[in-house]
């Protein structure tokens, strides 16, 4: 473990910290970008200019994560407003008018999808089994009828990876447009999205990306984008061309702020580095939990896990609050505890945490 990484994170100092999969550790870096954006604003009031050129810096820096140009990419405010953009911008005559999405997704992709009058009786799900999602699970579902599929790239409640090149081979063999949620893979997995074949890719900088909330990026093919017409759509969107289309109003600048030096802390650790680092600490998780009796949440195969790593407890919320009061943070959904380290981890910092869970009485 590298001291030097730990070292960038004052909060590291008092806590045991395993909840990256819901909010990541600020940088000490990232914490000044944001103390100096309110410092601009205190000593000057209006800075217009140096916002938005930091907008533009974050929104490469973004670009350059995904393999992408920085015209490709939308600033938008959550990953829920980037599916609603999406979802609203398909000129009639539609190509295709059914939507597919999968039970591995965030709620939201749900909620965004029922609430648009245009695909009403057009949605369907694509159920996992055991805790998987198979790739003839697509071939079966995605059909001619199919305009957009929707998957995560990772799942936020087991950390399974889906296979997003193959599912992308059969969306578009079949005429369906791909769109991915990253929320829960961007800082930590590779990403490219043209070797990939994604279409449409959105996340926040919350998570794995150790940002804030209140900025995320939405990035859509070139060519694709020609094809969308807008109607979240606002003065900062206006007469522009490819995905800066979708654009609206003013961001929060205070997020871009963050999102852009959390993005300089990413690349400068490099992506893969911290793969190779979480996939170390992802054996260790599953090893270990197991030796101590919990129960593996999803599928068993290990193979597409990430670090994320979910374990069965039937007093999950109960017993996440009690860690909290001892310094270690997880987070707690439903009937399981998950563990999500991310590269200013260690193995002692998952060994303490599974030996409290299991000290508690189920
Ligand atoms: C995979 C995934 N997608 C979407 C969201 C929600 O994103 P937002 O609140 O930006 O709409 C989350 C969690 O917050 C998530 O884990």
Known sequence: ?????????????????????SQGLLPASTSDAITAYHEELRANGINWDAAMGMLERARESFAALIGADPDEIAVVSSVSHAISAIATAFPDPLTGDEVIFTDFDFPTVADVWTAQAKFQGKLHVIPSEHGKISPASFEDHISEKTLLTSIPHVHYKSGLKLDIKEIA???????????????????????????????????GTRKYLLGIPGIAFLYIDKKIADTLQPSMTGWLGKGKKDARKFDTGTPSFISAYAAKASLDFIHSVGVRHIAAYLEELR?????????????????????????????????????????????????????????APH???????????????VQLPE
């Open 1 to 21: 473990m590298n001291e030097k990484i730990v070292s960038q994170f004052p909060t590291l100092t008092n806590r045991n910290y395993l909840a990256s999969c």
């Open 169 to 203: 081979e059969i969306a578009h063999r079949k005429g369906s447009l791909l769109f991915v949620d990253a929320y829960q893979s961007a800082g930590h997995c590779p990403i490219h999205v043209k070797e990939m074949g994604i279409d449409f890719l959105a996340t």
């Open 283 to 339: 054996a260790f998780t599953v090893q270990y939990g197991r030796k101590k009796g919990l129960r593996l949440y999803g599928a068993e195969e290990v193979e597409n896990r990430t670090s994320l790593t979910a374990f069965f407890h039937p007093r999950a919320a109960e017993v996440v609050h009690k860690l909290q009061e001892k310094g270690i943070v997880l987070t707690a959904k439903e009937n399981i505890i998950r563990i």
């Open 343 to 357: 590269v200013y981890n260690t193995r002692q910092d998952i060994e303490r945490a599974i030996d409290e869970i």
